[in-house]
């Protein structure tokens, strides 16, 4: 009985956690597409900065939120591909062959305070370095109402700021 026992602990002598009771979860449906033709977009506010995402800090006050701000309406089945490309419409810097755009959800804390939370990146062009091109704002969980940041990097644009 004693060797049952010490098979039932980790090396150290911890013992392992209690198996799961229960079904396990079902798995998440899959996001139907959006049919952009019959449902109305969304407004997305995004905010972009060379080098690096804004602060949290830069959002903490209503009203005066970071000036370089471009407005895009889309659906929540777009992918960051999509929004990479409406991001280099906007900002000459995303343009460059070398640029990399990091995409973060800015959004309030269940205590008001905002949090920036990074969701992916894309290169300005694939070149077969796809990264989260494919990724769907719905798949990052993305709710109405949130902020989109999108830090441009790119070897030069660090050196030149």
């Given at each position: 009985m004693a060797g049952a026992a010490e098979a039932q602990k980790r090396q150290g002598g911890r013992p392992f956690p209690p198996p799961a009771r229960g079904p396990p979860p079902p798995p998440r449906p899959r996001f139907e597409p959006v049919d952009r033709e019959k449902t109305c977009p969304l407004l997305l506010r995004v905010f972009t900065k060379i080098g690096s995402?804004?602060?949290?800090?830069?959002?903490?006050v209503r009203g005066k939120e970071p000036k370089d701000e471009v407005q895009i309406y889309t659906w929540k089945d777009a992918t960051l591909r999509e929004l990479t490309d409406l991001v280099k419409e906007v900002a000459p810097a995303a343009r460059r062959r070398d640029a990399r755009l990091s995409f973060a959800f800015v959004y309030p804390d269940k205590h008001g305070r905002f949090v920036v939370r990074e969701v992916g990146k894309t290169f300005s062009y694939g070149n077969g370095r796809r990264l989260d091109d494919s990724k769907t704002l719905h798949e990052l969980r993305f709710e109405i109402g949130d902020y989109l940041d999108v830090a441009i990097m790119s070897s030069e644009l660090s050196i030149v700021r």
């Amino acid at each position: 009985m004693a060797g049952a026992a010490e098979a039932q602990k980790r090396q150290g002598g911890r013992p392992f956690p209690p198996p799961a009771r229960g079904p396990p979860p079902p798995p998440r449906p899959r996001f139907e597409p959006v049919d952009r033709e019959k449902t109305c977009p969304l407004l997305l506010r995004v905010f972009t900065k060379i080098g690096s995402h804004h602060s949290k800090e830069d959002f903490a006050v209503r009203g005066k939120e970071p000036k370089d701000e471009v407005q895009i309406y889309t659906w929540k089945d777009a992918t960051l591909r999509e929004l990479t490309d409406l991001v280099k419409e906007v900002a000459p810097a995303a343009r460059r062959r070398d640029a990399r755009l990091s995409f973060a959800f800015v959004y309030p804390d269940k205590h008001g305070r905002f949090v920036v939370r990074e969701v992916g990146k894309t290169f300005s062009y694939g070149n077969g370095r796809r990264l989260d091109d494919s990724k769907t704002l719905h798949e990052l969980r993305f709710e109405i109402g949130d902020y989109l940041d999108v830090a441009i990097m790119s070897s030069e644009l660090s050196i030149v700021r």
